[in-house]
C-alpha cells in the first residue's frame, strides 16, 4: 500500500473559492485513506469529489454524471487505471484525465500518455501540487467547454492550419477538412498550439515539455514521440510520412505550414 501525502495547512488564500460553478472531479483509486484525504482536500478548495474505489464503481457514478476531470490511479485490482483511462476516453473525450502512479512505473506512463491521459503525478505527491495539476487541465479544458452555442466565429486569425486541418485557438478545437470536429487532448491543443506560435522553427523535446505543458515533472523523451505520434494520425494524409509536423534529425520537431493559397 502506498504512503498517503501528508496533509497540508492550507492559508486562506488558498482556501477562497474563485470558480462560479464547482468543478466535477472524480477520484478512483483503492486505496480509502487517499481516497478520502483527496475528497476532503479537494474539497476544501471549492472542487465538488465524488469517489470510486474501483473501475466498475466509476463507470457507474459517470453514467450518473459525467465529471469535468477524473484522477485515475494506474494500479487497482480487477480492471487498472489504464483500462479505464482508454475507455473514458473513447466515451468522453472531454473528460480530462490525470493518472497516479508510482515513480518506477515508466512504461505504465507512456502507455497512458498514448492512451491520452492529460497530465500524470508519481507517488508519494504533494497535495498542492496535485491540485495545481488538476486545476491547469481544467483550465485548458474549459473555454471549449464554456463558450457558448451561439458564439459567433473567431477572426481567421485565430485559426492555424495544419495541413487541411485547422486548429481554433480561441475555441481550443481542431477541425478537419470538412469542418467536423476532431477530438483532442488537452495536451494535444496545447502542443500544437506550441507548433503554431513557432512555425518552421525546430523545438526540441525539452522546449516542447516546458513550453508546451508548463510543469516541472520528469522529461522522458518518448512521452513527447508519443503524443506527436498520435497527432500526425489526426493532421497528416500519411502519418507515416508527415508532411505538417516534421522531425528534425538529433533536434526534435517543426511544424511546416502549408504555403499561402494551398
Known amino acids: 500500500m502506498s504512503i498517503a501525502p501528508p496533509l497540508y495547512h492550507s492559508t486562506q ?19 480509502s485513506e487517499l481516497r478520502s484525504l483527496l475528497a476532503e482536500y479537494f474539497g476544501r478548495h471549492g472542487l465538488d469529489v465524488r469517489q470510486a474505489a474501483d ?37 468522453h473525450p472531454r473528460v480530462g484525465i490525470v ?19 492529460d497530465d500524470y503525478i508519481p507517488k508519494p505527491f504533494e497535495l498542492r501540487e496535485l491540485l495545481a495539476r488538476v486545476r491547469a487541465v481544467a483550465r485548458r479544458l474549459q473555454p471549449a467547454d464554456s463558450a457558448p452555442a451561439n458564439a459567433t466565429a473567431p477572426a481567421p486569425s485565430q485559426r492555424v492550419r495544419f495541413g487541411a486541418c485547422s486548429l481554433d485557438l480561441e475555441t481550443r478545437q481542431l477541425l478537419g477538412a470538412d ?6 487532448t488537452a495536451a494535444e491543443f496545447d502542443l500544437l498550439a506550441l507548433f503554431a506560435r513557432h512555425p518552421n522553427r525546430p ?10 505543458h508548463n510543469r516541472g515533472w520528469e522529461v522522458f523523451d518518448r512521452s513527447i514521440d508519443l503524443r506527436v ?27 511546416v505550414p502549408a504555403p499561402e493559397g494551398m
Do not use: C, H
Open 13 to 31: 488564500e488558498e482556501s477562497r473559492v474563485n470558480q462560479a460553478a464547482p468543478l466535477r472531479v472524480l477520484v478512483v483509486d483503492d486505496e
Open 55 to 91: 473501475a466498475a464503481q466509476a463507470r457507474s457514478l459517470i453514467e450518473t454524471t459525467v465529471p469535468d476531470l477524473a484522477v485515475l490511479d494506474v494500479n487497482m485490482p480487477g480492471e487498472n487505471g489504464l483500462s479505464l483511462a482508454r475507455w473514458l476516453r473513447s466515451t
Open 99 to 117: 493518472m497516479l502512479t508510482t515513480v518506477s512505473e515508466s512504461i505504465d506512463r507512456v502507455v497512458g500518455l498514448e492512451l491520452g491521459a
Open 179 to 184: 469542418g467536423a470536429e476532431i477530438d483532442i
Open 203 to 212: 523545438l526540441n523535446r525539452d522546449q516542447i515539455m516546458e513550453q508546451a
Open 229 to 255: 505520434m498520435r497527432l500526425r494520425r489526426k493532421i497528416e494524409r500519411n502519418p507515416d510520412r508527415p508532411e505538417v509536423i516534421k522531425t528534425v534529425r538529433n533536434v526534435g520537431y517543426v511544424f
